[in-house]
């Protein structure tokens, strides 16, 4: 029986190896864990069990304690692996009579040869799309006779508090249309490309456990896949020329299929397109709608549509869209992410009523904007926005990122 305290940069690792079946020296061992987590002067600690041998995890640490999976995941605090056979209750209860808070971690971590066999994203400009703060969800993908997609939190999942690392899941694609009783149990391993080994570090659920996906509970994976700080670190090459790649496999009973393939484009320094579109004669305006002509913003088609009387939700109101005119340059998975300002003019004073809003459009979502945009009641009587009963609406478009399926 031995113990190793491993330093690697800010990180502490206690690495412990056991015959099997040795009851005291479990108890030896975890009594030497303890003295010297107490020794490091450590307040906080995580214990993972992974399904590895655990000589074989302490003899790769030591060699190279840097660049193992499990041993690169936290940062100013103590991690306990490698444990073949120690009990882990009676590991949690030393610690905690001596005042260590531990931590169990809920991630299995490996190193893989070989790609993903379901499913791949690469992300370019990774930089802006984390500037946005905002979550991004891959086009379908199928495995198992279902259909999947991965969804990304660049800056953490807010709705869960997570700071500092990127999260990452597996999710049901459209479960809002799944039946109630609907589930399906699966295997899933979520991957991230060392581009500069060629290899894969692979997260999986502890044990490689199956999990259950339903209507209720769609989405699984790892709210802490991997620290910002170590991802953003082109050293380890995970984020090299702030590009990345991502994938999945979901193994459904035994099944295996080709995978397809995604390619997410974030623009830098997107230009803005406006287009301002001049309507005569509005009081007299009897259609339904009305629809501006086409204008090109970023390679792509586009134009306003105007509901005088309101829609849907919006009677009593200008109702007013951008609308995706042109869908020949989009496949059905693709889609293209767009800040998107709409505007009518004040031709008087320059106080223009202008809303903002982003969106995802695509071949099934080809229109965003305000059913309630206006009150009508405001322009039939004088104002500024209406004058000789002629009125100048303004899109303003700014393409941010494309996503296309890789063929």
């Not at 609907?182 to 692979?202: G, H």
């Not at 004040?346 to 309630?372: C, L, T, Y």
């Given at each position: 029986m031995f113990?190793a305290?491993?330093?690697t940069?800010?990180?502490?690792i206690?690495?412990c190896?056991i015959?099997?079946n040795?009851?005291m020296?479990?108890v030896?061992?975890e009594k030497?864990?303890?003295?010297?987590?107490?020794s490091?002067g450590?307040e906080s600690v995580?214990?993972?069990?992974?399904?590895?041998?655990?000589n074989?995890?302490?003899d790769t640490?030591?060699?190279n304690p840097?660049?193992?999976?499990?041993?690169?995941?936290s940062?100013n605090l103590i991690?306990?692996t490698c444990i073949?056979?120690?009990?882990?209750?009676?590991?949690v209860a030393?610690a905690?009579?001596?005042?260590l808070?531990?931590?169990?971690?809920e991630?299995?971590?490996?190193?893989s040869?070989?790609p993903p066999?379901?499913?791949?994203v690469?992300?370019?400009s990774?930089?802006?799309?984390s500037?946005?703060?905002?979550k991004?969800?891959s086009a379908?993908?199928?495995?198992?006779?279902n259909k999947?997609?991965l969804?990304?939190?660049p800056?953490?999942?807010?709705?869960?508090?997570?700071?500092?690392h990127?999260?990452?899941?597996?999710?049901?694609?459209?479960?809002?249309s799944l039946?109630?009783d609907w589930?399906?149990s699966a295997v899933y391993r979520?991957f991230?490309?060392?581009?500069?080994k060629?290899?894969?570090?692979?997260a999986q659920e502890?044990?490689?456990k199956?999990?259950r996906?339903h209507?209720?509970?769609?989405?699984?994976g790892?709210?802490?896949f991997i620290?910002t700080?170590?991802?953003?670190d082109a050293?380890y090459?995970?984020l090299?020329?702030?590009?990345?790649e991502?994938?999945?496999?979901?193994f459904?009973?035994k099944e295996?299929?080709?995978?397809k393939?995604?390619?997410?484009?974030m623009?830098?320094d997107?230009?803005?397109?406006k287009h301002?579109w001049?309507?005569?004669n509005?009081?007299?305006?009897?259609?339904?709608?009305?629809?501006?002509?086409?204008f090109?913003a970023?390679?792509?088609?586009?134009?306003?549509q105007l509901?005088?009387?309101?829609r849907?939700?919006g009677?009593g109101?200008?109702?007013?869209?951008?609308v995706?005119a042109?869908?020949?340059s989009?496949?059905p998975?693709?889609k293209?992410?767009?800040?998107?300002?709409?505007?009518?003019?004040d031709?008087?004073?320059?106080?223009h009523?202008s809303?903002?809003k982003?969106h995802?459009f695509?071949?099934?979502?080809?229109e965003?904007g305000?059913?309630?945009?206006?009150?009508?009641?405001?322009?039939?009587r004088?104002?500024d926005?209406?004058?000789?009963?002629?009125?100048f609406l303004?899109?303003?478009?700014?393409?941010?990122?494309?996503?296309s399926?890789?063929?």
């Amino acid at each position: 029986m031995f113990v190793a305290v491993i330093k690697t940069g800010l990180n502490v690792i206690l690495a412990c190896s056991i015959p099997k079946n040795s009851p005291m020296l479990e108890v030896n061992a975890e009594k030497k864990l303890v003295e010297k987590l107490i020794s490091s002067g450590s307040e906080s600690v995580f214990f993972s069990n992974p399904t590895h041998n655990a000589n074989f995890l302490t003899d790769t640490a030591i060699r190279n304690p840097k660049h193992h999976p499990n041993f690169l995941m936290s940062s100013n605090l103590i991690v306990v692996t490698c444990i073949s056979s120690i009990s882990e209750n009676n590991f949690v209860a030393m610690a905690s009579r001596i005042g260590l808070k531990v931590h169990k971690t809920e991630i299995t971590r490996s190193v893989s040869e070989t790609p993903p066999t379901h499913y791949t994203v690469t992300i370019q400009s990774f930089s802006l799309l984390s500037k946005n703060d905002k979550k991004y969800e891959s086009a379908e993908f199928e495995a198992g006779g279902n259909k999947w997609k991965l969804v990304l939190h660049p800056n953490g999942n807010k709705n869960k508090n997570v700071a500092n690392h990127i999260s990452l899941y597996l999710a049901v694609a459209d479960a809002s249309s799944l039946p109630p009783d609907w589930e399906v149990s699966a295997v899933y391993r979520l991957f991230l490309l060392d581009q500069n080994k060629d290899n894969y570090l692979v997260a999986q659920e502890p044990q490689g456990k199956q999990r259950r996906f339903h209507r209720l509970k769609p989405e699984r994976g790892f709210d802490r896949f991997i620290p910002t700080k170590v991802f953003s670190d082109a050293s380890y090459g995970y984020l090299v020329d702030d590009t990345c790649e991502l994938g999945a496999e979901v193994f459904v009973s035994k099944e295996r299929s080709r995978g397809k393939a995604e390619c997410l484009e974030m623009i830098k320094d997107p230009g803005s397109f406006k287009h301002v579109w001049k309507i005569e004669n509005f009081s007299m305006l009897a259609s339904e709608y009305y629809d501006s002509k086409e204008f090109t913003a970023a390679g792509f088609k586009w134009k306003m549509q105007l509901y005088p009387k309101g829609r849907d939700t919006g009677a009593g109101c200008i109702s007013l869209y951008l609308v995706l005119a042109d869908l020949t340059s989009l496949t059905p998975a693709s889609k293209v992410y767009v800040d998107c300002t709409l505007r009518i003019q004040d031709q008087v004073e320059n106080r223009h009523i202008s809303f903002k809003k982003s969106h995802w459009f695509s071949a099934s979502s080809r229109e965003s904007g305000w059913a309630r945009f206006f009150p009508l009641s405001f322009f039939l009587r004088p104002n500024d926005w209406v004058v000789n009963d002629v009125c100048f609406l303004e899109a303003e478009v700014t393409v941010r990122g494309i996503a296309s399926t890789l063929l």
